[in-house]
């Protein structure tokens, strides 16, 4: 760690870029949601998510979904490797961020920040914002 820190090597943050981020809207009554986004290294190293935090969420994990006999279920991940040149998808239907004990209902349109924590003790944050899945983005945006 102390290594790490002397060393002029550039944070692992700055070759990663974060594209189509969002959270799900959940109902006025669910207290857990989930964050989809693609992160995409850029680097020439590989790195590792190693966990997630968000500011308005009690805790916030990474969560992979698999098929238990015929029903899907999630289960958490512990850390995602991004290899060099290479993307983590978190997405509908597959690997995503859980944003577990909501301190107020979310808003369509409000912003939420997420944080990542990265295998060189650095974090990403990234805002992302609350859309309604079910309703067309281009039909929905006039009727604010
Ligand atoms: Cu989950």
Redesign the pocket.
């Known amino acids: 760690m102390l290594l790490a820190l002397l060393s002029a090597s550039p944070a692992y943050a700055d070759d990663l870029l974060i594209e189509d981020a969002w959270v799900r809207l959940s109902p006025p009554v669910a207290d ?1 949601t ?1 964050a989809y986004m693609v992160v995409r290294n850029t680097g020439s190293e590989s790195v590792k998510l190693t966990g997630v935090a968000c500011d308005v969420a009690d805790s916030a ?1 990474m ?1 992979a ?1 698999r098929m238990d006999g015929n029903r899907m279920v ?1 289960s ?1 991940l512990s850390e995602v490797g991004i290899p060099a040149n290479g993307e983590a998808r978190f997405s509908p239907g597959g690997s ?3 944003l ?1 004990g909501l301190k107020h209902p979310l808003k369509e349109g409000e912003m939420v920040e997420i944080v990542f924590r990265l295998s060189d003790g650095e974090n990403l944050t990234l805002s992302a914002p609350v859309r309604d899945m079910r309703a067309g983005h281009a039909q929905h945006s006039g009727m604010h």
């Open positions: 857990s989930a994990g969560h979904m999630m958490p995503h961020v859980m577990m």
